[in-house]
């Protein structure tokens, strides 16, 4: 899409977002800082010169802080296969391309304000219960873009557990101190073979 294409943005709408990656980051920062539970949300809206019930309009759980930093992917996958005759070719394409650029969301990413992320993340039960919910709507949106149906929901399901346990694979194996590019070839021969096996298990969708 060339820049006179893209869809025009209003004033309001801009400033919006503005708020959100604002109070997203600071809350992030201090959560890195202190810990995702000794940070209390009124905390997070001082130090954002906001409201505490402004704070709320935006991010109704305090969880919603920091996965707001990832809710751009959540209908990522829907969006690659819309218009694709081959799904699973497609889907496998754009995972690899993720890869080969160093992706945050395929965990090959050795950026220390990514792994610290990841940690947070995944370090806090309360915020791997909340991005279920954001695991819950990803599958919908590629269930429906897949045709929908009973079909459309287990291979929606089994395509983003591949691409969720590859990414995890890749992120436990840097975050343990090995490099980027000593995993990056492991790395894409095990997204080879799992496309594989999605390809051969779905050949409606391959």
Known sequence: ???SDAPVIGLRERKKRQTYE???EVAI???LEKGFDAVSVAEVAAAAEISKPTLFRYFPAKEDLVLYRIADHEGEAARVVAGEAHPIAALRRHFLEGVEKGDP??????HPEVLAFHRLL???????ARAQAHVERSEVALAEALGGGLDGRLAAGQILAVQRILAMENWRRISAGESVAEVKPE???A???AFARLAAGLPELA
């Open 122 to 128: 995944y370090g806090s039960p309360s915020l791997v």
């Open 187 to 189: 790395a894409v021969a």
């Open 29 to 31: 920062r201090l959560f």
């Open 1 to 3: 899409m060339s820049e």
């Open 22 to 24: 604002r109070v997203s």
């Open 191 to 193: 997204a080879e073979r």
């Open 105 to 110: 969301v395929t965990g090959l990413s050795d």
